[in-house]
């Protein structure tokens, strides 16, 4: 739009006529004098129709809230008793010359305002297009976008070439009974769970390599953890000496992105009353063992021998963990081969552990990874231990017949460590458009649609 | 990997101990010497095994093409008579002083050499893990980086937020012949063919905003153009002027791809062979009925009053506007409303002609878009006319209740962009793992898999 200043910048504008374009976010009726606040992406602003325009008053009569306006007017200094500190546009208002209306609104369907919403999440989600304007939920994506952009920069500094992994697949390598079927032409084709193989295949050519993808899991669950469709950031680099190194990229890639957030999301953090969780200069490692001898010595509940985590585990460990050493976060290592995925690679001392881990925080899984097997022997003694069948796997296997370095890789969702870093209660809340058994944007039907 | 030296930097070290670790890329016995060319992500360099070292030379007759080895060497100027100029590492090679063996591979399938590779595209996808290992074929997915990255870079410098769209959605708002099914917990779903609708939400509450995200097309097509699975560009903007806003920022968006692409991949280019397509100052913008008349005058053929333009039409109005103004791109705008979707806003001065665009360059097209209705009223009567049935867009029409700015966007894939970019016969080239009616990475057989 011609000449529209954003509201953020009206305050190097003042005594100045300028346009600025945006939504009516507050409306005040004061006998002769109209006020409203006006919202665009940048900020508000306090916009008042004085007496002496009539013309002015007689259209702010008309204007509710959420009209889209384009207002002409002179930035004015307030009186000093009017002066908002520490607020933007504190300082100014905004004195209207004329009113263009651009788009008018029907009456809102709940109060919208920043202290008044106060929204069941089933409403919210009901409602999604028009709750997007809410400066809450705005914050969350905020955050997610930077969450998403400083992954995708870490990467990029530390040499890791962007693909795209694909959304079909051919065959479900793993499982498939949470895989979603897709009629492809008469065939059946499924969505991805993982990017897993395909990113290995890109590292075997590339080096390093990331994607930033949709997966989907058609896991019938209903919780406040479960979606089907999810952002899934995912990384592989070659050239390891140990999984230490896998360990270690995946820290500063976390701690990057904590940094990020702090330095870009700090409105948003207030908005939402979040605080980060600390990351100390060297995460704790423990092997599964450790941390199961750990609870066990702390709380007497013997886990020892177990095969992998409960949320119990998960819960406690990082408790003891913070109280030892501050970390919110820590990595957990070594899960029983046999109970992990097939490309995951045994320790070499100690076979029937892997060099598998998760790195926790605030007593949930934050990442995983770990290294891979980059042999192509050990690699089909393995699909044929699990039981696999070898020709759902062929293009994988192919790249590992021709020289792959020892590797590893990790992966997180997007929508889980928003969810995390801004103690969201339900993961739908970190999801723009949420996908999960019971509803596609809209609640489902029972005999569908 | 501790130490390691990529080989880009090797000329650095010149005289000193290096490790580098890489693939073997092409392999020379000479008698008592053996050569090597080493690949690792950033280059190549000529590793040499000089007769004295005789454990060196015995190791390095075992070496095959695409092992991978972790090699300790020194960094040695080459003698003036065997410096090749303007080559990365022409005046150096590495005298091996230990090979350690990282990873064997077989003997390759095929010729992999810069010069000897010369697949039929269906080898090569039959082969994709494997082939992405070729310089030509790195060189294009190098450039869709660049693509996707340089987008991106140019929506965040113009305050576009980035979102994610939803891959799976619960109608088909528009037609619904050519949409994947997806079974969802018995209940039916589709994958999305485009996020124009999710977007126009999203822009309703931060006024501009855009995706990289995938979209899906079933069409029963397999030509050099059709892919199943998209990565769609695409972006929208609120508190325009006029539709120009919109060609403006597109045409801005391509001029920065382009300069991002020269910047970043000159050498790509080279290795492609491709030339960039020229972007004058202010690209040539003609109404659909312009282009029908211009190419009526020029070449006699009559399509004056079609509905819209076919190939021809497009390869004769690029030629012409190439020869009037020396542009390789063109924008059309103006097509008939009734054939077009029903968000696209009609002229208010001949409203059976819509501000939609296109922009075509090289005979083909690389992006549409144009201004959308933002009135509701409007909205749901074109709903009506198109014989929509509104509960299939109850979320977008709801969010154009309450007060929507004159807005607009485009959109374009990043494979067909790449692919004209670099003068590719196949959009399967600029797909790193595509999709079609017959391949999911394999060849699709008949009865399903």
Known sequence: MKNRIYIKDLKDHIGKEVVVAGWVDVRRDQ???AFFDMRDMTGKVQAVALPNHTDVIEKSKEVRLEWVLKITGLVNKRPERNIKAGVLNGEIELEILNIEILSEALPLPFDMSLDGYNLELTTELDNRAIVLRQPKVQAVFKVQETVIDSFREFMKKNMFFEFQAPAITPATAEGGAEVFQVDYFGKKAYLTQSPQLYKQIVMSAFERCFSVNKVFRAEPSSTT??????????AEMGFIDSWMDVRDMAEETVRYILKQVEAKNSEHLKTLNATLPVMIDKTPTLSLREIQQKIFEKYGRDVRGEKDTNPEDERQICEIIKEETGSDFVFVYGYPTRKKPFYIYPNPEEPEYNEGMDLLCRGVEW??????????????????LWKMDPSKV???LEAFKYGVPPEGGFAFGAERITMQLLGLKNIREASMFPRDMNRIDEKLNSDGY
């Open 31 to 33: 006998g002769k004098m």
């Open 225 to 234: 953890r479960h979606l089907t469709e999810i952002v899934s950031l995912d």
């Open 367 to 384: 990442l995983s990874g770990g290294r891979r097997i980059n042999d192509y022997k050990q690699l089909t003694e393995h699909v044929e």
């Open 394 to 396: 062929k293009m994988f």
